[in-house]
Structure formats: structure tokens, C-alpha cells
């Protein structure tokens, strides 16, 4: 090693900064996630301190975390223990069932249940959002060792619909079979998760747990049918 | 044919009999633990694709198993025997593993931590290699000795890595050199990082371990701990191959990196400083935090790449400008002249492949907002075997190929046939890794044996895509052929541990090497190096601009109405 | 060359001493745990920094 050649002698492709470039070359990936929106792009720090919420672009189906409403809860009225979401669920369930046993989330019953629990929490949010929005549909689904109650959905095409999501005992998933790919979520024990969703599709998509829980992880599944 | 004057197989011979014993312990148990992971290994796949209908229960402990065996007893204990033998090989004037006696008390810990953990399973444990205590909240002590086993492997773990780092230092007490050699300074950083991964164990695995054992009520903040060291689990192994690949490099074409030893030892220190700040980077990307720092966290996650990458294009360019020297021609002519009838240089050679596929996948996975189309699917395993099967075990193995026999003196079992394996296994990871990212595009879980998802209710019912199971099929038959392969590699170690036939293979010494010890062609252009990176570079930005397209033509909308 | 194997031992010491506080005192990160393991790889690479050092001004 001490035979190398002084530094201005050696091509380039041999020098230690050259080196160091290339190493760098993979950095350049961020263009593209910046071409995604994936990726802060905004150079408005360097004129201004003050953080303030980043503006995140929008777009589907790419809310990783979705809105964990746990801080929401905490401050605001909506704050919801395991057993009170496991009664609004049975209730949810009870109310909204078909003959066939699959459950068929309607805007009345999301509306009556504002109505009888008056919360600010609720309206808060909706007076924050664009007023000309639809305003989406509850459904709640709960995850626990290891089944989904309910189990099968009905849903309309091309209408939102706010997810309630709550898993009972450990974390586990909630992941969607759509189109040919997976919308992978993951919800975490205890807490509540809430997610609009439009399904912009008809069909029958799988409803599975992507989250080990336990030895009978694999037989979690459910089902939404979209019409 | 050329003898070669291998410094690590000389030096290897020219160790005390007690080192040497020392190092086949450590060698012994970790060929056995590959081997009984490669079992586990089989019977994970086999339950994958309904194979021996094994049932689930059975199938998730055989995962477990495979994951405990593999990812920590195989990795660590053949870590701690290179990182002592390095140390006492490569620093001069050491010629011995320093307290020895303390290096044998970390291996019997060791060990025992491997039989406490592997027992767990026939208690029944649930749990994977992950070991996540919330899923005990049934019966917490089923996971004691599954714990108990972690905890004993990060202390003994933190013994041997002592043991390196006095070897390492003593000459230099001694005053009898002044500056370590680049691949002792590398045998210094890596112990260090064994050193904090153990007492990041420790600081995982203990308050669980008093939980199950009912002196502690609760284990929060487990998921933290546990990431906290599975990022020092993502590097150290990593970081072995790296300096593997500088040795094993050395030893089959007599090259020195072209660059200067000074450089080696940066791009070592670099490795270390990149650690601990990329595992914040997730830390960074809070909506609400300034965009400035957003931007300097979405970057640090790139940073990754970096160290291996700028190990690659050392190595590569200094192998390219002494072929160059001795006269190799072409952009490509010149990998010619490499001893590819070595079976070590064949399977150093396929690891960079393999770690380069592996890193273009791991890539499009660091970007956060796919984590919705491709997390805990079969991508995940699909694209991490490339690494820890293709690139760091396969290193682990080339490595102990030269090691084993210089201890026992023994000899090389078949080089003919192990210079052909890694292309095989090659293969066969490639079966594997395609069949489960293309499972993952299609949203295939990972961790799942029942994957017909069969229920008979009418309303209930609902299959699996029928192309779920064609992809199973592939993966299964790469995991076949790569089953095949280690156990091929694992009978050959076992040989040359334990067999004193002389009549089948060769000796190490006289493996097929070329002597290129004279200088480098420093003056022409070394170009393989870059393009392959820019080749890679390309790769990540197909794959990742793929995922995004096939994100956005998933029919559910997030958060497009109401608030 | 000498001093290398200490400077850059050193540096680690001190990137590392930066991230572990940093865990430790940015509200927003709040990982105890973290602290602790990196706190403790900054003090190890600190020592290890000074055993570089060693030859000749050590026993001999
Ligand atoms: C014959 C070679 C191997 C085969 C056929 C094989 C096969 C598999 C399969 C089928 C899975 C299950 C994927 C899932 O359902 O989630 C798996 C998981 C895994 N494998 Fe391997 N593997 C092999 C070698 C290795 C090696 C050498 C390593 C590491 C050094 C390794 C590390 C892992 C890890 C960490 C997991 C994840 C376990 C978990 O999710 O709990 N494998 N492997
Ligand atoms: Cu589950």
C-alpha cells in the first residue's frame, strides 16, 4: 500500500474524493421522492424560523400512520376507552345488520350518534375541513384474538367513509386487499385510529391481520363488499 | 498455481494452540447453529407453501426458531470468533487472544443463552425472534428462558468483545507499535459496536426478563428498546462483511486497497459515525416539525448506503487497477483475471452481487410512504435474505473456509464443487427474493402459513388471490435450493472441523489464488465500481418510482373527504 | 497516521456524545433508552480513543 501512486499521477477514478462522490450518488434518490411529494421539498425555511405544520401533499392511499386520534382524545371530548369502543362497536354491529349478517354503515345512524353524544370533539373537526365536503360515514372495526368484528362490510362505491379503528388486546393489522396490491395498516393496542377511506372500486376485498399476534394470526380475516 | 503467502491463513497456523481451540469453539457452535437454522429455515418454507402440512402452530415455532437461531446465534457466534481472530491475526505484535480465559467464560455464556432460547420453543413460547412481550399477556412466563437467553448472549457477548478490544490494544501498552493496521483499527470499531448492541440487549431484554419472571409489572417501552438495538443488528453484521471482504480480498489476489490504508481506516470510522443518527431519522419526519429538519431527516435515512457502498468502490477499484497491471483489458476484461476457481472469491464475489440486490430493494423500503403498499409483506423477507443469506452469511461462510482448516489442519473439502455453490445459491436466492417482492407488490403478509384464508360461510367467504399461491410456489423452490446449498457449505465446514481423511481435498494453503502483490495500474481508469453504483442508483429509482405508481392505482382513497 | 486511529476514534466520541444528548434533552425525541445505549457507546469510544493513544506513554 505504500507503493501508491502520488495523488496527481493517478486517475481520477482512483482518488479517495472520487470515492466519496459516488458513495454520495444514492443521496440523489430524494429527487425523486421530493417528484412524489414524498419528501419535504419546500425551501421556506430558510426565509422564516417558525415551523408550523408542514404542508403535505395529498395523496391516495398514501397516509402511512393515518390520524391517531390518541393526543386528539386526550384534549378534546372524543376520547374513548377499549370497553366504550367495544360497546359502541356492538352497538354499531346490532343496529346496522343485515339478514345476511354482513353490516351496512348508514349516514343516518352516524348522524343519530352525533346527535345523542353532542360532543365538541366531533364538530371541532368538522367545522376545521373544507365546508362543502362530504361529510363521511362511520364504521367501526374492532381487531382482537384473533377475529374482526364485524366480519363483512357492505359499503357504497365513491363514498367516504371514517374508520374507527381499535384493537382489543395486542397490536395487530388491518390491511386491505385492494386492486392487486395491499393497503397495509397496522393498528396498535389500545388505541383508537380513525382513517377516511373511498373505495373508488366494486368488488370484494379481503380485510387480514398483517401484524403478528399470536398462534392464530393467520386466521384474522374479514371482508368488505364494495357496490 | 501459486502458494499463496495468505497472511490470514499464516497467521491463522501461527496461533497457540489454546487461541485455536478458543476459535473452533466459537466456529463449532455457529456452523451448528447455521446448520439447525437452515432446518428451521426448511420447515418455515415448507409450511409457507403448504408443503408437509404443517400446521400453523408448529409452522409460527419453526419461524421462530429460524429467526432466534439464524439471525442471532448463527450471526453472533461467528462474529465473536473473527472479531478475536482478526484482532490477534491482524494486529502486529499481538499473535494472541488477550484474557483469554474471559473470552471462554463469553462462549460458555454464550451457549448457554443459545440452549435457553431454543428451549423456550419446546415450552411452547409464542414468540418470534422479535420477541415482543405483549403477546404473552396470557401466561408471561412461557417467555423466561427466551429472554434469559438474549440476556446471557448480549453478556456473553460483551466479554468476547472485550477480550478483541485488549488483544487489539495491549501491543500498543506494550509499546510495540504505534498505529493499529487498518483491519486491527476496523477489529477495535466493530468490538466497540458489539459492546454497545450488548448493552443495548440488555437494556431490550432484561425488564422483560423480570416481568416473566414476576419482578416488574409491566415491560413498556419495549418497542423502543427493541429498535434501538435491531438497527445495531442491522449494521454489525454488515460491517463484518465488509472487513471480511477486505481480508478475503487480500488474501486470494495480494491487493491492498489503492486508496491508502489511511483511507480504510476512514471509511471504518465513517460506518461507526453513520450508526447511531440514522436510526433517528424516522424521529425527523413529525408533520409538525420544522421543515428544515424534516428535509435533514428524510436525508439521513439515504445515508444508510453510504459506508458499504464506499467500501464497494474501494475495493472494486483497487482489485480493477492491480488487474489492470497485470494486464487486463476491457471495462469488463479485466474480472477475468480474478481467481474465480477459489471458492472463496466466488463467494465474495456473488455477496457483492447479492448485497447490491439487496440494497436496491432495502432502498425503495426506507422511503415511509410505501410502507402502506409494501411493509410486513413478503417484500420484507424477500428482500433482507439477499442480504443476510446472499451477502453476509455467504461472507461468513467463504471466510471459514480459509479459518477452519488453518485451525484444525484439516483440509479444504472440494474446492472445485464449493467455487460453484454460491452461484447456485445465487439462484436460488434470486427465486426467492423475486417470487416474495413480487408476493409483496400483491400484498402478501409475511408471518402467515394459512394463505388460502379459507372460510366456508357464504357471506364470509372470500379466497386469497389465486396468484398468492403461484408466488408461494416459487419462493418454495428457492428455498429448496438454497437449503441445499448452505447444507452442502455446512457438511464441507463439518468436514474440515472434524474429519482427518487426507485423501479428499486440498490444502488451503495451495486453493487457487493470483499474486498481485506488485504495484497497481494507478495511472489508468478503474470505471466497474462507479457504474455498478450508478447501475444500483438506477435500480432504486425504478423500483421506487414503480412502488409509487402502483400506490396510486390502489382503489382506496386516504383522507380525500371530510376533514 | 500516528494520531489517526485516536482522531478518529475521537470523532465518534463526539458525534455520538451529540446524538446522545440530543435523545436526551429534545422534547420532541424523548427516547431515555435510546440515550442510555448511545451514552454509553460515546463514553466506550471515548475510552477506547484514549487506549489509541496509549503506546509509549503507557506502562512502558
Ligand atoms: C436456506 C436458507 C433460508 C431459507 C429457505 C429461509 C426462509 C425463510 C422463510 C420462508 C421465512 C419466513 C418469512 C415469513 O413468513 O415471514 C424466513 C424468515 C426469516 N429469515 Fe430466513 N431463510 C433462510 C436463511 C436465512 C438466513 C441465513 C438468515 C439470517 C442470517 C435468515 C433470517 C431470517 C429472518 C430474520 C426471518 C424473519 C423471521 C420473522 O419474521 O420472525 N434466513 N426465512
Ligand atoms: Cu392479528
Same mark, same amino acid.
Given at each position: 500500500?505504500?507503493?501508491?501512486?502520488?495523488?496527481?499521477?493517478?486517475?481520477?477514478?482512483?482518488?479517495?474524493?472520487?470515492?466519496?462522490?459516488?458513495?454520495?450518488?444514492?443521496?440523489?434518490?430524494?429527487?425523486?421522492?421530493?417528484?412524489?411529494?414524498?419528501?419535504?421539498?419546500?425551501?421556506?425555511?430558510?426565509?422564516?424560523?417558525?415551523?408550523?405544520?408542514?404542508?403535505?401533499?395529498?395523496?391516495?392511499?398514501?397516509?402511512?400512520?393515518?390520524?391517531?386520534?390518541?393526543?386528539?382524545?386526550?384534549?378534546?371530548?372524543?376520547?374513548?376507552?377499549?370497553?366504550?369502543?367495544?360497546?359502541?362497536?356492538?352497538?354499531?354491529?346490532?343496529?346496522?345488520?343485515?339478514?345476511?349478517?354482513?353490516?351496512?354503515?348508514?349516514?343516518?345512524?352516524?348522524?343519530?350518534?352525533?346527535?345523542?353524544?353532542?360532543?365538541?370533539?366531533?364538530?371541532?373537526?368538522?367545522?376545521?375541513?373544507?365546508?362543502?365536503?362530504?361529510?363521511?360515514?362511520?364504521?367501526?372495526?374492532?381487531?382482537?384474538?384473533?377475529?374482526?368484528?364485524?366480519?363483512?362490510?357492505?359499503?357504497?362505491?365513491?363514498?367516504?367513509?371514517?374508520?374507527?379503528?381499535?384493537?382489543?388486546?395486542?397490536?395487530?393489522?388491518?390491511?386491505?386487499?385492494?386492486?392487486?396490491?395491499?393497503?397495509?395498516?397496522?393498528?396498535?393496542?389500545?388505541?383508537?385510529?380513525?382513517?377516511?377511506?373511498?373505495?373508488?372500486?366494486?368488488?370484494?376485498?379481503?380485510?387480514? =391481520?398483517?401484524?403478528?399476534?399470536?398462534?392464530?394470526?393467520?386466521?384474522?380475516?374479514?371482508?368488505?363488499?364494495?357496490? | 498455481?501459486?502458494?499463496?503467502?495468505?497472511?490470514?491463513?499464516?497467521?491463522?497456523?501461527?496461533?497457540?494452540?489454546?487461541?485455536?481451540?478458543?476459535?473452533?469453539?466459537?466456529?463449532?457452535?455457529?456452523?451448528?447453529?447455521?446448520?439447525?437454522?437452515?432446518?428451521?429455515?426448511?420447515?418455515?418454507?415448507?409450511?409457507?407453501?403448504?408443503?408437509?402440512?404443517?400446521?400453523?402452530?408448529?409452522?409460527?415455532?419453526?419461524?421462530?426458531?429460524?429467526?432466534?437461531?439464524?439471525?442471532?446465534?448463527?450471526?453472533?457466534?461467528?462474529?465473536?470468533?473473527?472479531?478475536?481472530?482478526?484482532?490477534?491475526?491482524?494486529?502486529?505484535?499481538?499473535?494472541?487472544?488477550?484474557?483469554?480465559?474471559?473470552?471462554?467464560?463469553? @462462549?460458555?455464556?454464550?451457549?448457554?443463552?443459545?440452549?435457553?432460547?431454543?428451549?423456550?420453543?419446546?415450552?411452547?413460547?409464542?414468540?418470534?425472534?422479535?420477541?415482543?412481550?405483549?403477546?404473552?399477556?396470557?401466561?408471561?412466563?412461557?417467555?423466561?428462558?427466551?429472554?434469559?437467553?438474549?440476556?446471557?448472549?448480549?453478556?456473553?457477548?460483551?466479554?468476547?468483545?472485550? =477480550?478483541?478490544?485488549?488483544?487489539?490494544?495491549?501491543?500498543?501498552?506494550?509499546?510495540?507499535?504505534?498505529?493499529?493496521?487498518?483491519?486491527?483499527? #476496523?477489529?477495535?470499531?466493530?468490538?466497540?459496536?458489539?459492546?454497545?448492541?450488548?448493552?443495548?440487549?440488555?437494556?431490550?431484554?432484561?425488564?422483560?426478563?423480570?416481568?416473566?419472571?414476576?419482578?416488574?409489572?409491566?415491560?413498556?417501552?419495549?418497542?423502543?428498546?427493541?429498535?434501538?438495538?435491531?438497527?445495531?443488528?442491522?449494521?454489525?453484521?454488515?460491517?463484518?462483511?465488509?472487513?471480511?471482504?477486505?481480508?478475503?480480498?487480500?488474501?486470494?489476489?495480494?491487493?491492498?486497497?489503492?486508496?491508502?490504508?489511511?483511507?480504510?481506516?476512514?471509511?471504518?470510522?465513517?460506518?461507526?459515525?453513520?450508526?447511531?443518527?440514522?436510526?433517528?431519522?424516522?424521529?425527523?419526519?413529525?408533520?409538525?416539525?420544522?421543515?428544515?429538519?424534516?428535509?435533514?431527516?428524510?436525508?439521513?435515512?439515504?445515508?444508510?448506503?453510504?459506508?458499504?457502498?464506499?467500501?464497494?468502490?474501494?475495493?472494486?477499484?483497487?482489485?480493477?487497477?492491480?488487474?489492470?497491471?497485470?494486464?487486463?483489458?476491457?471495462?469488463?476484461?479485466?474480472?477475468?483475471?480474478?481467481?474465480?476457481?477459489?471458492?472463496?472469491?466466488?463467494?465474495?464475489?456473488?455477496?457483492?452481487?447479492?448485497?447490491?440486490?439487496?440494497?436496491?430493494?432495502?432502498?425503495?423500503?426506507?422511503?415511509?410512504?410505501?410502507?402502506?403498499?409494501?411493509?410486513?409483506?413478503?417484500?420484507?423477507?424477500?428482500?433482507?435474505?439477499?442480504?443476510?443469506?446472499?451477502?453476509?452469511?455467504?461472507? @461468513?461462510?467463504?471466510?471459514?473456509?480459509?479459518?477452519?482448516?488453518?485451525?484444525?489442519?484439516?483440509?479444504?473439502?472440494?474446492?472445485?464443487?464449493?467455487?460453484?455453490?454460491?452461484?447456485?445459491?445465487?439462484?436460488?436466492?434470486?427465486?426467492?427474493?423475486?417470487?416474495?417482492?413480487?408476493?409483496?407488490?400483491?400484498?402478501?403478509?409475511?408471518?402467515?402459513?394459512?394463505?388460502?384464508?379459507?372460510?366456508?360461510?357464504?357471506?364470509?367467504?372470500?379466497?386469497?388471490?389465486?396468484?398468492?399461491?403461484?408466488?408461494?410456489?416459487?419462493?418454495?423452490?428457492?428455498?429448496?435450493?438454497?437449503?441445499?446449498?448452505?447444507?452442502?457449505?455446512?457438511?464441507?465446514?463439518?468436514?474440515?472441523?472434524?474429519?482427518?481423511?487426507?485423501?479428499?481435498?486440498?490444502?488451503?494453503?495451495?486453493?487457487?489464488?493470483?499474486?498481485?502483490?506488485?504495484?497497481?495500474?494507478?495511472?489508468?481508469?478503474?470505471?466497474?465500481?462507479?457504474?455498478?453504483?450508478?447501475?444500483?442508483?438506477?435500480?432504486?429509482?425504478?423500483?421506487? #418510482?414503480?412502488?409509487?405508481?402502483?400506490?396510486?392505482?390502489?382503489?382506496?382513497?386516504?383522507?380525500?373527504?371530510?376533514? | 497516521?500516528?494520531?489517526?486511529?485516536?482522531?478518529?476514534?475521537?470523532?465518534?466520541?463526539?458525534?455520538?456524545?451529540?446524538?446522545?444528548?440530543?435523545?436526551?434533552?429534545?422534547?420532541?425525541?424523548?427516547?431515555?433508552?435510546? @440515550?442510555?445505549?448511545?451514552?454509553?457507546? #460515546?463514553?466506550?469510544?471515548?475510552?477506547?480513543?484514549?487506549?489509541?493513544?496509549?503506546?509509549?506513554?503507557?506502562?512502558?
Amino acid at each position: 500500500m505504500a507503493e501508491a501512486a502520488k495523488p496527481e499521477s493517478r486517475h481520477f477514478t482512483l482518488r479517495p474524493g472520487f470515492a466519496v462522490f459516488v458513495g454520495l450518488f444514492v443521496l440523489t434518490l430524494y429527487f425523486l421522492w421530493a417528484a412524489y411529494g414524498a419528501a419535504p421539498t419546500s425551501l421556506s425555511f430558510l426565509a422564516e424560523e417558525s415551523a408550523g405544520p408542514a404542508p403535505v401533499t395529498p395523496m391516495a392511499g398514501m397516509d402511512v400512520q393515518s390520524a391517531s386520534v390518541e393526543n386528539m382524545a386526550q384534549d378534546g371530548g372524543g376520547a374513548m376507552t377499549p370497553d366504550e369502543f367495544e360497546e359502541i362497536t356492538l352497538k354499531f354491529v346490532e343496529d346496522l345488520s343485515l339478514p345476511d349478517g354482513s353490516v351496512q354503515p348508514t349516514r343516518e345512524w352516524t348522524e343519530a350518534m352525533e346527535a345523542a353524544r353532542g360532543d365538541g370533539a366531533q364538530e371541532e373537526m368538522d367545522a376545521a375541513g373544507p365546508a362543502d365536503a362530504e361529510e363521511p360515514i362511520d364504521v367501526y372495526l374492532m381487531a382482537m384474538r384473533f377475529s374482526y368484528e364485524p366480519r363483512v362490510l357492505r359499503l357504497d362505491r365513491n363514498v367516504p367513509y371514517r374508520f374507527r379503528m381499535m384493537s382489543m388486546d395486542v397490536n395487530h393489522g388491518a390491511s386491505i386487499r385492494a386492486g392487486f396490491a395491499g393497503h397495509i395498516m397496522r393498528r396498535p393496542a389500545m388505541v383508537l385510529t380513525e382513517m377516511v377511506m373511498t373505495f373508488s372500486e366494486r368488488g370484494e376485498f379481503m380485510i387480514y =391481520c398483517t401484524v403478528y399476534c399470536g398462534a392464530g394470526h393467520d386466521q384474522m380475516k374479514g371482508k368488505i363488499i364494495v357496490e | 498455481m501459486t502458494k499463496t503467502k495468505s497472511k490470514l491463513i499464516a497467521g491463522t497456523r501461527n496461533l497457540n494452540p489454546g487461541d485455536k481451540n478458543l476459535l473452533l469453539a466459537f466456529f463449532s457452535i455457529a456452523v451448528l447453529a447455521l446448520a439447525l437454522g437452515i432446518v428451521f429455515a426448511t420447515m418455515t418454507a415448507a409450511g409457507r407453501t403448504g408443503l408437509f402440512g404443517i400446521e400453523s402452530a408448529t409452522a409460527y415455532r419453526m419461524l421462530g426458531l429460524h429467526g432466534v437461531t439464524i439471525f442471532f446465534y448463527w450471526l453472533y457466534f461467528v462474529q465473536a470468533g473473527f472479531v478475536l481472530l482478526l484482532a490477534a491475526v491482524y494486529t502486529e505484535g499481538a499473535g494472541e487472544v488477550a484474557l483469554r480465559p474471559l473470552a471462554w467464560l463469553g @462462549f460458555v455464556t454464550m451457549l448457554a443463552g443459545m440452549v435457553s432460547s431454543e428451549s423456550s420453543y419446546f415450552g411452547g413460547t409464542i414468540l418470534l425472534y422479535d420477541g415482543n412481550p405483549s403477546l404473552l399477556i396470557d401466561d408471561p412466563s412461557e417467555g423466561r428462558f427466551f429472554y434469559l437467553g438474549y440476556v446471557l448472549l448480549s453478556a456473553g457477548l460483551a466479554m468476547v468483545a472485550t =477480550c478483541a478490544i485488549a488483544t487489539a490494544v495491549r501491543p500498543k501498552f506494550r509499546g510495540v507499535i504505534e498505529s493499529w493496521t487498518p483491519i486491527s483499527f #476496523a477489529a477495535v470499531a466493530w468490538s466497540g459496536l458489539l459492546l454497545v448492541a450488548a448493552v443495548a440487549g440488555a437494556n431490550a431484554f432484561l425488564p422483560p426478563l423480570f416481568w416473566t419472571l414476576g419482578l416488574r409489572e409491566s415491560v413498556a417501552g419495549y418497542a423502543m428498546s427493541w429498535s434501538v438495538l435491531f438497527h445495531n443488528m442491522h449494521y454489525l453484521p454488515l460491517m463484518a462483511t465488509v472487513v471480511l471482504w477486505y481480508v478475503l480480498m487480500e488474501n486470494v489476489t495480494g491487493m491492498q486497497s489503492v486508496f491508502g490504508p489511511k483511507f480504510s481506516k476512514i471509511v471504518f470510522a465513517i460506518y461507526m459515525i453513520f450508526v447511531p443518527p440514522t436510526s433517528l431519522y424516522h424521529m425527523f419526519l413529525e408533520p409538525d416539525l420544522a421543515e428544515a429538519v424534516r428535509v435533514v431527516g428524510s436525508l439521513l435515512s439515504l445515508f444508510i448506503a453510504v459506508p458499504t457502498i464506499l467500501v464497494f468502490v474501494v475495493i472494486v477499484a483497487s482489485l480493477e487497477s492491480y488487474a489492470r497491471a497485470q494486464g487486463g483489458r476491457g471495462l469488463f476484461g479485466w474480472i477475468k483475471l480474478l481467481p474465480w476457481r477459489n471458492p472463496v472469491m466466488a463467494a465474495v464475489g456473488m455477496a457483492a452481487v447479492n448485497m447490491a440486490l439487496g440494497g436496491v430493494f432495502s432502498m425503495v423500503l426506507i422511503q415511509e410512504r410505501l410502507a402502506v403498499l409494501l411493509s410486513d409483506t413478503f417484500y420484507v423477507p424477500g428482500y433482507f435474505h439477499f442480504l443476510t443469506v446472499g451477502g453476509i452469511s455467504l461472507t @461468513f461462510i467463504a471466510a471459514l473456509i480459509y479459518v477452519i482448516p488453518s485451525l484444525t489442519g484439516h483440509r479444504c473439502w472440494r474446492p472445485a464443487v464449493l467455487a460453484r455453490l454460491p452461484y447456485i445459491l445465487t439462484i436460488g436466492l434470486g427465486l426467492f427474493g423475486a417470487g416474495g417482492i413480487a408476493a409483496g407488490y400483491h400484498g402478501v403478509p409475511r408471518r402467515i402459513f394459512e394463505l388460502a384464508y379459507h372460510v366456508d360461510d357464504p357471506v364470509e367467504h372470500i379466497d386469497a388471490p389465486f396468484v398468492w399461491g403461484t408466488m408461494m410456489g416459487v419462493i418454495g423452490a428457492g428455498s429448496l435450493l438454497m437449503a441445499a446449498v448452505l447444507a452442502i457449505y455446512v457438511y464441507a465446514l463439518l468436514r474440515m472441523l472434524f474429519s482427518q481423511n487426507r485423501e479428499i481435498g486440498v490444502d488451503v494453503a495451495s486453493l487457487y489464488v493470483v499474486s498481485w502483490s506488485g504495484s497497481a495500474a494507478t495511472r489508468e481508469r478503474a470505471w466497474v465500481g462507479p457504474l455498478s453504483i450508478l447501475a444500483m442508483v438506477a435500480a432504486m429509482y425504478g423500483f421506487t #418510482a414503480l412502488s409509487f405508481e402502483i400506490l396510486q392505482r390502489v382503489p382506496i382513497l386516504v383522507g380525500a373527504a371530510g376533514h | 497516521m500516528k494520531r489517526l486511529d485516536t482522531v478518529l476514534l475521537g470523532i465518534v466520541f463526539i458525534v455520538w456524545s451529540a446524538l446522545a444528548l440530543m435523545y436526551a434533552t429534545v422534547p420532541m425525541i424523548q427516547m431515555a433508552t435510546a @440515550f442510555r445505549v448511545w451514552g454509553f457507546g #460515546a463514553m466506550l469510544f471515548l475510552v477506547l480513543a484514549i487506549l489509541a493513544a496509549g503506546a509509549k506513554r503507557g506502562s512502558k
